[in-house]
């Protein structure tokens, strides 16, 4: 490899867009967090923690990465091959991205234990979470003050595909689990009912259709593509899972707007309490506007449904 000449096109130029994708997705992802503590005051303070950390995490990793460019571009300016070389900086990069990925999937897989009142799938989630935080360390590890990463990447090209295949697969686990357990309750009698079960569907599908094409892409570049361009997405991809995480946070505010647009209001405790313990009743309430002051119910605290002119209940059993 090292004989070989660097296209810094496909190697520099790749880093410099993945890092300026990235600062924008950032920009999204603080915009997002400002949007929940300002909607969501009264949510669980343990909640209002990890959306924290999951920032404070995303700001380290926006700040770490900067600096990597600005080392390869001005620092080691004219040497060509410093952009082999894993600086410190990409190393807490790469810890980064260990963490926050990992951690939205966990809380997805709380999701699907809140909804199944099971732990199996939960459990392999958890699993599948937990093997690619350790190979994502493991990567980060070998590829330490390495002079030459592309040589790395070659040498241990069966890790960075298993990372990134049990980072997909764990994408789709979910989706498809949340899916399967919300379905049954769009037999609900009310239309208005079936209308927010098919939002919250259709609002799964896309998170996780997001953050798993992003990867199954990540995983195709590293194939057929050159040198660094499939890490141009590397770096987007914690990104993807922040903004994910908030996006399905500040849903319950679009929830809200469409509930106060009809003459039923709905309540809903399917953004489910991440620190529970135990599965909480899942209520679908429809009562009259007049008689409930708020469409949001504050993630994972069971709710008495005021008395109105209809009342759907659909509950899963603790």
């Known amino acids: 490899m ?17 890092v300026l994708v990235s600062i924008f997705l950032f920009g999204v992802v603080t915009l997002q967090t400002f949007t929940y503590y300002k909607k969501f005051p009264d949510d669980r303070w343990l909640l209002k923690t990890f959306v924290g950390v999951t920032w404070v995490l995303e700001l380290i990793h926006a700040i770490v990465i900067t600096h990597t460019i600005y080392y390869y571009s001005v620092i080691r300016y004219g040497d060509r091959r410093a952009v082999l070389e894993l600086t410190t900086a990409g190393d807490i990069a790469v810890f980064m991205t260990a963490i926050i990925g990992p951690a939205v999937q966990g809380f997805y897989a709380h999701r699907i234990y809140i909804l199944s009142s099971h732990w199996i799938i939960p459990a392999i989630v958890w699993l599948l979470c937990f093997l690619r935080f350790m190979s994502t360390l493991t990567l980060g590890a070998i590829t330490r003050g390495t002079l030459d990463t592309l040589a790395s990447q070659h040498e241990w090209q069966w890790l960075f595909v298993t990372t990134l295949v049990l980072s997909a697969s764990t994408d789709v686990l979910i989706t498809a689990s949340l899916c399967y357990y919300l379905w049954p309750h769009r037999g609900a009698t009310f239309r208005r009912t079936k209308t927010i079960i098919d939002k919250l569907i259709l609002w799964t599908i896309e998170t996780g259709l997001v953050t798993s094409c992003g990867t199954t892409i990540q995983l195709i570049l590293f194939f057929v593509a050159e040198d660094y361009i499939w890490m141009a997405l590397y770096l987007i991809s914690t990104r993807l899972f922040s903004n994910s995480l908030m996006a399905s946070l500040n ?7 469409l509930n106060e ?58």
């Open 251 to 257: 849903a319950r505010a679009n929830l809200r707007s």
């Open 2 to 18: 090292a004989d070989q000449p660097l296209n810094l096109s496909t190697t520099l130029g790749a880093l410099v867009i993945g």
């Open 261 to 318: 647009a009809s003459d039923f209001n709905l309540n809903s405790n399917l953004n489910f309490d991440l620190w529970s313990t135990r599965p909480t009743e899942i209520n679908i309430a429809m009562t009259s506007i007049r008689e409930q002051r708020s469409a949001d119910i504050e993630l994972g605290k069971p709710q008495r449904p005021d008395s109105g002119p209809a009342e759907l209940i659909l509950q899963t059993r603790k």
